[in-house]
């Protein structure tokens, strides 16, 4: 009998493996890099402030600003021009003073010059500061020191130019308390003389919500300069003008 010849049996066919979802997972964040971006993060100013001690400011912080304010537009010999001597410094507020007890210690003769004088559109003291609001706090501060003096708020809110020329063309001043900008203007319009001015005290040291002092404002830095170069420069150096930093 012949053999049957049996088909061939096919292979059981393997089963296609399915694709796997395959998930890229991110290497999780050590301390160590989380410092490191953490400390290449641009600190803000007042973070810097927050932290730090205040500082009273010096005279050789007022020659270094005034330096570096003019050191774009003017040569070597004309920036040692702007250099104040030292003798027409008072001496810095070290943080410990009031206004009145600052202003008492520095000008221990007040009451005799504010007594002699009687010239109108000038005054024998002018204090600088930021803003309308700070004037009215140091203007309620100096009780103690200003004791009869006239004083007279010299800021642009809510009051004219002109209405603080007739105020001031009216009776001797012997006290001015505002912002640059507003001094700066009667200046401008001769409405105030500075050649009688004895004392400029700059509110220096104090910081606003920002932690800013009034030189760190940009704006009010300006036109504290733009005011030195009307006359206070050259009465400081014949030595008839003294500055303070409160």
Known sequence: MKRQKTA????????????????????????????KTRKWRKKKITDILAKS????????????LIKDYYSSNRSVIELEELNLPDSCFLKANDLTHSLSSYLKEMCPKWVKLRKNHTEKKSVLMLILCSSAVRALELIRSMTAFKGDSK?????????????????????????????????????????LNLNPLKFLVFDWNWRDQKLKRMMDIPEIRKEVFELLEMGVLSLCKSESLKLGLF
């Open 8 to 35: 061939p049996v096919p292979a059981p066919s393997k089963k296609t493996k399915q694709p796997k979802e395959c998930f890229l997972t991110q290497p999780k964040e050590t301390k160590e890099e989380s410092t």
């Open 53 to 64: 001690e205040p500082k009273p400011g010096t005279p050789e912080d007022l020659q270094k």
């Open 151 to 191: 004083v007279m708020k010299l800021f642009a809110k809510h009051i004219k130019v002109q209405e603080q020329i007739k105020l001031l063309e009216k009776r001797a001043v012997h006290l001015g308390v505002g912002t640059p900008g507003r001094i700066k203007e009667l200046v401008k319009q001769g409405g």
